[in-house]
């Protein structure tokens, strides 16, 4: 909240009220005790970090809160243009490395999806030591307010629709690279969270959905996945992941100039 405060006279104006947004470092580290307490399933902390010191400091505190493992999630735009690719790439990979170090919980790592190679960047990650990959992040755009002339915040929920991004690229990279996948994103229904384990994820996130019907919304899904398992035969998730990925389908080339060429035919004038 104070980085770069001192840059300009108004920088502060820029960041929201604490006593709106109060989830800071020490509640949230509280948040994970809590939880660890309360449910039996595994806690995944997230961390987003500035500094690399920051990064690994709150990484170890994460985990000494009782996180079963930490995302790190890189919200990083950049928008130097003396920045290059290559460069980028690197912070990612020194980020993930440095924590790594400084801590024994498994650690996966959510990216972007506007890398100039993404199955390249994915594969160091892996080998750098991701115990997982989180496909994508979701970078929330601003918008123009033209009456006041004021840049304003534009928050948009995702749809099922932004599923397909992260749903090729699992599919394309599942088996492929070393690591486990998540696919976060446009996952709102059970047909969502099929699809994705279809592709090769082992994880599914989901937060548009819960934020919009309330948490009631995963007993539901999972009976409807269980519903539909049956239905079709499948006796367990393990028996589906991977089977829709590009390794395993019948047409590989469906995922990549195929698909487009069908897309654009597949096309009709309502």
């Known amino acids: 909240m104070t980085y770069g405060t001192e840059s300009h006279a108004e920088a502060l104006s820029y960041f929201p009220e604490m006593e709106d947004y109060n989830v800071g470092p020490e509640k949230y580290l509280e948040l994970i005790r809590q939880a660890k307490k309360t449910v039996k399933v595994p806690v995944i902390g997230s961390l987003n970090g500035v500094s690399a010191g920051g990064w690994t400091r709150y990484a170890k505190l994460i985990q000494d809160a009782g996180a079963d493992a930490i995302e790190l999630n890189v919200y990083y735009i950049p928008t130097n243009p003396d920045l290059s690719g290559a460069e980028v790439e690197k912070m990612y990979i020194d980020v993930l490395q440095s924590v790594k170090k400084s801590v024994k919980v498994p650690v996966a790592i959510k990216i972007s999806p506007y890398f100039s ?66 696919i976060t994103s446009g996952v709102h229904n059970h047909e969502d969270v099929l699809k994705a384990v279809m592709a090769g994820a082992s994880a599914v996130q989901m937060a548009s959905e ?53 897309a654009l035919q597949s096309f009709t004038r309502v």
Not at 156 to 176: E, K
């Open 117 to 182: 190679s993404t199955a390249n960047i994915v594969k160091r990650l892996a080998d750098a030591g991701a115990d997982g990959v989180v496909m994508f992040n979701r970078f929330y755009q601003p918008e123009i307010d033209l009456e006041n002339l004021e840049v304003v915040p534009n928050l948009a929920l995702s749809t099922s629709g932004a599923l397909r991004t992260p749903l090729r690229w699992v599919a394309i990279l599942h088996g492929r690279v070393k690591t486990d996948f998540a």
């Open 210 to 262: 819960l934020l919009v019907n309330g948490t009631r919304r995963m007993n539901e899904i999972l009976d409807e996945m269980v519903k539909w398992m049956e239905k079709f035969e499948y006796e367990s998730l393990n028996q589906m992941k991977g089977s829709m990925s590009q390794k395993n389908v019948a047409q590989p080339a469906a995922f990549e100039r195929a698909n487009y060429m069908k």
